[in-house]
């Protein structure tokens, strides 16, 4: 997908955000919405994937680790075609497969369990692993957020995965500065997170997380062939990217839409001819 | 009267590293298979396998948590990983990677403890006396306790075959051999009922088949006629022949080298007071944490003896009579 195309598809699937986190009561959606740029990025335009065989085992996998991204992901899979749009609607509903956190084998194009904080880029090590083993050529991307830096199990991941030289591994940063008790620096400061890397042995990009054009430079230059070192982007992006109440406040870690706030969100990303989905 | 069977050897002897062996063999038999160490490939035996297919061999360092989750990811790209550590690191440390990343996707990975229970000399922090407890309580889990040479090496290919994660504590080095390689034959899922009577069933899973054997033989002695089973799976747990030997011993005894809570005895009083009550006396280490000391101290000190099993028996023979506990 084009850039430009990739920048209207990211506008589109904010918009699905918001009518599913209004119409189904409520989701991370501050998350979802900082972390959405760097996922389409990653979907629309450096995955080799194919909805129709989501267990082809050609494809390039995509594990979510921190599960309370769900929703990112699922209006991803269903404007791809994983799964009916419409089941949308059903999302943390009792007996949906679109649960408010992701787990593996619940639909078609989740690939793994992130509810429990950094232990995906293990998972993707043991992926990359095998791949290799196998002389498999995909790759495998692990999306992260910063919050669960915190976890110690990351870095010994991040330390395998340097050891191993899994040049097949590529990880994505959602660097929003908060988690659920504040902002990460007041919470338990990680940074510099992009030393922290470079100095366990990773190839690292740092930009703008939600600027399409710097994602998708860096994703190009972590995914180019004749690598050595696991790839990794930092995306710093903002929390509730796009709707005003939400970018950087800490209020919402989730959020509820009520009408009125549901039409303020539209009216601060569309202007206001905001048709609904 | 000495008790024996068949399947038993005659002169039980000693077997060198009989899971180092078997884990090279079955490299060889299963191209699918591979194996995560954590900083242990001598302790753990994986050094013959690491040797002859490296390729397949993964060292992950002291770090178990990313070991259990690493194998998780080779497992759901269809490898079959088999991962060491001691027992304690791999069921404490690692539970909840074990349980998200292996257990909630019955992810086929094989999880091998070595040093169960009392026989680490390293105290309590090497002493795994609850780690068939706390695996038994994740759904799906196989959980295995595997008594001697014979059985680590024919278990190595079962687990194998087995689809699912299972977790197996074993020794290592110089290990026992009671069975006969020749007449006894490994299944998981399968408990093998040694002796039948009518007067108590004495159930024992790993280690404590030997003290077992010796607890027969004395109650024999005494001219008591004493059930024996060997109950190597704790789960799925073979309640068939279970209940059948306590319905006609009426009385049971469980022994294990690991706490009284959570392993057999629980596993075995559960299926009893559901199916078939009756007196049962659970010999095996009693709410505490043990000392650093040799495994045969330590044994005696705790109470996982013969003397211990027939004490345990006439005082369940005694309930099922009506007297005094």
């Given amino acids: 997908m084009d850039l430009d195309s990739l920048k209207n598809k990211a506008a589109e699937l904010r918009r699905l955000l918001i009518e599913v986190a209004h119409r189904t009561g409520g989701a991370y ?26 267990d082809w085992p050609g494809r390039d996998r995509f594990l979510l680790s921190p599960g309370h991204y769900a929703l990112a992901l699922y209006v991803i899979l269903a404007d791809r075609g994983y799964f009916d749009r419409e089941s949308l609607w059903t999302f943390k509903e009792n007996g949906s497969a679109l649960e408010l956190a992701t787990h593996r084998g619940t639909l078609p194009g989740v690939e793994a369990s992130g509810g429990s904080l950094g232990q ?24 992260m957020s910063d919050g669960e830096q915190d976890e110690g199990q990351v870095w010994e991941a991040a330390a395998a995965a340097a050891h191993y030289r899994l040049s097949n591994l590529v990880a994505v940063m959602d660097c929003n500065g908060f988690q659920v008790d504040g902002p990460t620096r007041e919470v338990l400061d990680m940074e510099p997170l992009a030393d922290k890397y470079r100095a366990f042995g990773w190839e690292v990009e740092e930009c703008d997380g939600n600027d399409l054009d710097a994602v998708c430079g860096a994703l190009a230059r972590l995914c180019r062939d004749g690598r050595s070192r696991p790839g990794i982007l930092i995306g710093r992006t903002v929390r509730g990217k796009g709707v005003s109440f939400l970018e950087g406040n800490p209020a919402f870690h989730y959020t509820r839409l009520d009408p009125a706030l549901r039409d303020q969100a539209m009216n601060d990303l569309f202007g206001a001819d905001t048709d609904a989905v | 009267m000495a008790f024996v069977h068949p399947m038993l050897l005659k002169q039980p002897d000693a077997v060198h590293g009989p899971y180092r062996l078997a884990l090279a063999d079955l490299g060889a038999a299963r191209a699918d298979v591979v194996v995560l160490g954590a900083d242990l490939g001598n302790s753990t035996e994986v050094d013959l396998f690491r040797e002859r297919f490296p390729e397949r061999f993964f060292n992950v360092g002291a770090a178990e948590q ?44 094989k999880l091998i403890g070595m040093i169960p229970g009392l026989t680490s000399r390293l105290g309590p922090t090497h002493q795994a006396i609850e780690d068939l407890s706390l695996m038994r309580a994740l759904p799906g889990m196989t959980v295995l306790d595997l008594a001697d040479a014979t059985e680590v090496a024919q278990a190595v290919r079962a687990i194998a075959d087995w689809r699912g994660p299972v977790y197996a504590r ?9 069975f006969d390689p020749a007449r006894y034959r490994f299944e998981i899922a399968r408990a093998v009922v040694l002796r039948e009577g009518d007067d108590v069933a004495i159930v024992s899973c790993g280690l404590m088949l030997e003290p077992a054997i010796e607890a027969v033989s004395e109650l024999l002695a005494r001219g008591l006629e004493p059930a024996l089973v060997h109950c190597p799976t704790l789960k799925p747990l073979d309640e068939a022949s279970l209940l059948a030997v ?33 007196p049962l006396e659970r010999v095996g280490i009693r709410d505490t ?7 045969e101290y330590l044994f005696e000190r705790y109470g996982l003896t013969s003397r211990a099993i027939v004490e345990a028996a006439l005082r369940a023979i005694g309930r099922k009579r009506g007297g005094p506990r």
């Fill in chain 2, 246 to 278: 306590a319905r006609r011993a009426g009385a049971v005894v469980t022994v294990e080298n690991h706490l009284v809570t959570g392993g057999l005895g629980s596993a075995v009083a559960e299926v009893l007071a559901e199916h078939q009550p009756c």
């Fill in chain 1, 29 to 54: 959606l501050a998350q979802a919405l900082s972390g959405i740029d760097l996922m389409a990025a990653i979907h629309y335009r450096f995955a080799r994937s194919d909805p129709a065989r989501p």
């Fill in chain 2, 66 to 109: 990313n070991e259990v989750a690493i194998a998780a990811g080779l497992a759901f790209e269809g490898e079959v990983p088999f991962v060491h550590s001691f027992g304690v690191f791999l069921t404490r440390r690692a539970y909840e990677q074990v349980c998200v990343q292996v257990a909630m996707h019955a992810a086929n990975v």
């Fill in chain 2, 170 to 178: 074993m020794m290592r080095r110089e290990v026992r051999r009671l």
């Fill in chain 1, 120 to 143: 995906v880029l293990s998972v993707g090590v043991g992926m990359a692993l095998h791949a290799r083993l196998r002389q498999q050529h995909h790759r495998v991307f692990v999306m």
């Fill in chain 2, 289 to 295: 944490f043990a000392v650093p000391g040799t495994p």
